[in-house]
């Protein structure tokens, strides 16, 4: 079938990308689905740093490629093998495929599906095949999603079906990277408990979805370190007790100083060397500190050997929150229909395929939460 999509033809690409226009609309050829593979039909895709660095050169990805992989859809047709979905149904995406066999899969921990990171790294979908073709040459899906495009052909293990009729795929879009990657660092990585501490460090949309599990799971210091003071206005109001300008200068002994020796989760979500440092430096002593931003390959991060034994601290990733997503992901759901995870505050706007471009432009400049392209 034709569809219309957004492809990303060289990387790295320069900003302003309105005026270099990495991500160019371009009507392309799908392939049905495979035995174990859907046929979606895209209801709304998020903007994430995910994407950005692909389109930066952060994160090296071969090209074309059709980028997008924080989604919600409607199933338009299944493959053969597949008994559990149906036309019809919603699903939401998920940005790590899983083969269910690997050694992580069995120890319940599909974000580090040995097979899926593989086929994501190659730009294919988990049958090592690419359904997506140009003027009769190949082009790559991203992270097995591929969801700038109105249609999406991914593997099974890339969505979960949820009952969620009632809420719009521009803010159901959301569970599938921010709400997965934040609140599940907060719950499922970090563990956090009532009355414990949190720092969070970097306030994009999964910064915010992260304040957001502190804040549910009953935490009663949350502490908000951003640059921007329109966001950590914006953490104020959804629960931060206290926030912080990251380039005031002695900002982590204040921070110490005004929490009693520091936090005891500080989670690093600005993807940058410098905000992991500072989330480190402001952990108290037998605290943890977690990273789930994504930094450039490059980036190194240093830390005194002697402090993590005579400090009892831990150091840890957290990827896509440790989730399960056929758990966590409709636990999620139901934790915002109950009024615990207000994720529609993080909505900054929506925008059509042809003006994303420009919505990368804002999210590089740090001028938006989480923006939406909408195509239902």
């Known amino acids: 079938m034709k569809i219309r999509a957004a492809v990303l033809t060289a990387s790295p690409a320069s900003a302003p990308f309105a005026e270099?226009?990495?991500l160019r609309i371009r009507e392309l050829e799908l392939d049905p689905p495979g035995p174990e593979e859907v046929l979606?039909?895209?209801?709304?895709?998020?903007?994430?740093?995910?994407?950005?660095?692909?389109?930066?050169?952060?994160?090296?990805?071969?090209?074309?490629?059709?980028?997008?992989?924080?989604?919600?859809?409607?199933?338009?047709?299944?493959?053969?093998?597949i008994r559990d979905l149906a036309p019809g149904d919603r699903v939401v995406m998920t940005f790590q495929p899983t083969c269910g066999a690997c050694l992580p899969c069995a120890e319940g921990r599909p974000a580090l599906c040995i097979p899926g990171a593989e086929a994501n790294g190659k730009g294919v979908l988990m049958s090592g095949t690419m359904r997506l073709h140009d003027g009769g040459g190949d082009v790559h899906h991203h992270c097995g999603v591929s969801a700038y495009a109105d249609h999406a052909v991914v593997s099974r293990h890339s969505v979960v079906r949820v009952?969620?009729?009632?809420?719009?795929?521009?803010?159901?879009?959301?569970?599938?990277?921010?709400?997965?990657t934040g609140v599940g660092a907060?719950?499922?990585?970090?563990?956090?408990q009532p009355g414990h501490s949190v720092a969070i460090v970097g306030l994009g949309?999964?910064?915010?979805?992260?304040?957001?599990?502190?804040?549910?799971?009953?935490?009663?210091?949350?502490?908000?370190?951003?640059?921007?003071?329109?966001?950590?206005?914006?953490?104020?109001?959804?629960?931060?007790?206290?926030?912080?300008?990251?380039a005031e200068p002695g900002v982590a002994d204040r921070i110490r100083a005004e929490t009693g020796g520091g936090v005891d989760h500080a989670v690093e979500l600005a993807g940058a060397a410098p905000a992991f440092e500072l989330a480190y430096k402001i952990t108290?002593?037998?605290?943890?500190?977690?990273?789930?931003?994504?930094?450039?390959?490059?980036?190194?991060?240093?830390?005194?050997?002697?402090?993590?034994?005579?400090?009892?601290?831990?150091?840890?990733?957290?990827?896509m929150g440790s989730?399960?997503?056929?758990?966590?992901?409709?636990?999620?759901?139901?934790?915002?229909?109950?009024?615990?995870?207000?994720?529609n505050r993080l909505l900054t706007r929506t925008l059509t395929l042809d003006r994303i471009n420009e919505g990368f432009d804002l999210l590089d400049r740090g001028e938006a939460i989480r923006q939406v392209v909408l195509f239902d």
Do not use: W
């Not at 907060?186 to 956090?192: E, G, H, K, Q, W």
């Not at 990273?291 to 390959?297: K, S």
């Open 323 to 343: 989730c399960v997503p056929q758990r966590d992901i409709p636990r999620f759901i139901r934790m915002y229909r109950a009024g615990i995870l207000p994720v």
């Open 40 to 81: 979606v039909r895209i209801g709304a895709a998020g903007l994430c740093h995910s994407d950005l660095s692909v389109i930066n050169g952060n994160r090296p990805r071969p090209v074309p490629m059709v980028l997008g992989h924080e989604a919600a859809g409607t199933v338009v047709q299944v493959g053969a093998a």
């Open 186 to 192: 907060i719950l499922n990585t970090c563990r956090v």
């Open 284 to 319: 108290r002593r037998g605290g943890q500190t977690v990273t789930a931003g994504l930094a450039a390959p490059t980036a190194e991060f240093r830390i005194p050997a002697v402090n993590i034994v005579a400090d009892e601290r831990t150091v840890k990733g957290s990827y």
């Open 163 to 180: 009952d969620a009729d009632d809420i719009p795929f521009a803010e159901l879009a959301l569970f599938g990277c921010a709400v997965q």
């Open 205 to 246: 949309g999964v910064g915010l979805a992260a304040l957001l599990g502190a804040v549910a799971a009953g935490a009663t210091e949350i502490v908000a370190v951003d640059l921007s003071a329109d966001k950590l206005a914006l953490a104020r109001d959804l629960g931060a007790t206290r926030v912080y300008d990251a």
């Open 20 to 22: 270099s226009r990495p």
